[in-house]
């Protein structure tokens, strides 16, 4: 078997991405109406300063509402198949370092051994002063299936677990969860290495 | 429902690439100080967006009144796995400044003019050999302010969406023979000097169209799997 070639490595996105690679309907996941429940989530993302990260962007990717991801390796894909949900969102921060999504409510999907993973959408951050991305999940503060989540027992910390913990708030249109993401300093999000 | 995942290779060069790294001073305020919490692929990383549509737009040099300024390029290679394997129907966008070092972006303000016939992006999606070709024009050096007179060499950004988010991979191609290479802190970041190789493009004469544009060949590899699945369920 031959030698395996270097992976190319990452570069930064630099502060310039937005004319390449913005696409306003990819801020709405559910846009195809997907059956679920359809939430918001916004939040910002801030640096080491508190200082908002403008220059930034989420991709989003997460299962259906059934907890069926639109990719051939999940074995419920050919059930998928039809309802034009992929998943898959890229959202970009404002000057205040603001971001707002549109998705519906992903179902619990397959976790390692006999496990089962809470409700989650994984979040990848791209941005200038970021030589690679930084990986993180978002899960639902009031989803009772975080108790025996094992990617959220696996953080010890209480305080670095929240972090991934998104909050509810009723609002008159639809139900809008609040996920911050802090780069850097006591409050810092927690990052997973993949 | 058990489900067999197969997880992706942890060895690359890519993966050992700081988040913090003060020569790239915009590293210093927005790295993070914890350890990254290290964590088994499962169903969720294993997986990824797949499906894509909508325009090829791999010829940045048309869709205006006339040809933007610059040398023109072809800029072609595959999208290939650590063993070699090609990575078909993948999503690759495009980005670059023009040919005087300036982005159609309303924050550069790099005093170096707009061209009206370039916008500076496209994408394209590979083929079942993992190959993909774009036409551009090479991308001028431009000034930033990281230290007193830093000058970014010239390049390409590139996206590359892979099978699955965990090979989600967001670069910059180079020239060969760039003489602000050696001075550039985020090519330089990268620490193995055969890594960093990956991230220049080769000069082909094969590639060139004679009396018309400069072949340059960038071949862009992505995270392989492991050998043993492990089962999800």
Known sequence: MSERLIPTPSQTVGPFFHFGLERAEWSDLARSGTPGERIAIEGRILDGDGAPVADAFLELWQADAAGRYSHPDDPRF??????????????????????????????????????????????????????????????????????????????????????????????TEIPVYRFDIVLQGPEETAFFDL | MRVKVRPFARNGEGRRLPYFYPGYGST????????????????????????????????????????????????????????????????????????????????????????PNFDGFGQVVTGEGGEYRFLTIKPGAYPWRNTYNSWRPAHVHLAIAGPAFATRL?????????????????????????????????????????????????????RGREETPVENG
């Open chain 2, 170 to 222: 967001i670069t910059q191609m180079y020239f060969p023979g760039d003489p602000l290479l050696a001075f550039d802190p985020i090519f330089q970041s990268v620490s193995d000097p055969a890594a960093r190789e990956r991230l220049v493009a080769r000069y082909d004469p094969e590639l060139s169209e004679a009396e018309w544009a400069l072949g340059y060949r960038f071949d862009i590899v992505l």
């Open chain 2, 28 to 115: 210093v305020k927005r790295a993070p100080k914890n350890r990254l919490i290290p964590l088994d692929h499962t169903l969720s990383e294993v997986t990824g967006p797949v499906f894509w549509s909508g325009p090829d737009t791999a010829d940045l040099t048309k869709g205006h009144g006339g040809a933007p300024l610059g040398e023109r390029v072809i800029l072609a290679g595959r999208v290939l796995d650590e063993d070699r394997r090609p990575v078909a129907k993948t999503l690759i966008e495009l980005w670059q400044c023009n040919a005087a070092g300036r982005y159609r972006h309303p924050v550069d303000q790099h005093d170096a003019p707009l061209d």
């Open chain 1, 78 to 171: 050919d059930e998928t198949q039809g309802s034009g949900f992929l998943g898959f969102g890229r959202v970009f921060t404002d000057g205040d370092g603001a971001f707002r999504f549109l998705t519906i409510r992903p179902g619990p999907v397959a976790g390692l051994g006999n496990s089962l993973q809470a409700p989650h959408i994984a979040v990848a951050v791209f941005a200038r002063g970021l030589l690679k991305q930084l990986y993180t999940r978002i899960y639902f503060a009031d989803e009772p299936a975080n108790e025996s989540d094992p990617v959220l027992g696996s953080i010890e910390d209480m305080s670095q677990r929240n972090t991934l913990l998104a909050v509810r708030r009723e609002e």
